[in-house]
């Protein structure tokens, strides 16, 4: 076998390597769609969730909000971040997570009160 065929077969087997990777990479690409997909059932729900931490908030302070935090995966908080516009990042602590939704009940309870006592 010459040089010239050896670099040949070489190059084949990279290239049957190449077609394997990008075959996977489809794979998992769609694995992830899968997974960030929320059906409008499941976005309703998390957006009741949402509203119903809200009042609790509203009657119990941030006592509600750190057991939702606590009682939830990262990766059911993430989706119900995205889901209830909330700008978390998807990296964040679950203490920041606590954090960050209390700061945002905070906020829409003084501009609700403003809102509400101007009238």
Same mark, same amino acid.
């Given at each position: 076998?010459?040089?010239?065929?050896?670099?040949?077969?070489?190059?084949?087997?990279?290239? /049957?390597?190449?077609?394997?990777?990008?075959?996977?990479?489809?794979?998992?690409?769609?694995?992830?769609?899968?997974?960030?997909?929320?059906?409008?059932?499941?976005?309703?729900?998390?957006?009741?969730?949402?509203?119903?931490?809200?009042?609790?908030?509203?009657?119990?302070?941030?006592?509600?909000?750190?057991?939702?935090?606590?009682?939830? /995966?990262?990766?059911?908080?993430?989706?119900?971040?995205?889901?209830?516009?909330?700008?978390? /990042?998807?990296?964040?602590?679950?203490?920041?997570?606590?954090?960050?939704?209390?700061?945002?009940?905070?906020?829409?309870?003084?501009?609700?009160?403003?809102?509400?006592?101007?009238?």
């Amino acid at each position: 076998m010459s040089d010239n065929d050896k670099i040949i077969e070489k190059i084949k087997q990279i290239e /049957s390597l190449l077609k394997e990777i990008k075959k996977d990479l489809k794979k998992t690409e769609k694995k992830v769609e899968m997974k960030n997909k929320v059906d409008d059932v499941q976005k309703k729900e998390l957006i009741k969730d949402y509203e119903k931490l809200y009042n609790e908030f509203l009657l119990n302070g941030s006592e509600p909000i750190i057991d939702f935090v606590k009682n939830h /995966s990262k990766d059911y908080l993430k989706i119900f971040c995205k889901i209830n516009n909330l700008t978390i /990042s998807s990296k964040a602590s679950k203490e920041k997570i606590i954090k960050e939704i209390s700061q945002w009940f905070k906020q829409r309870k003084a501009i609700t009160q403003k809102v509400g006592g101007g009238n």
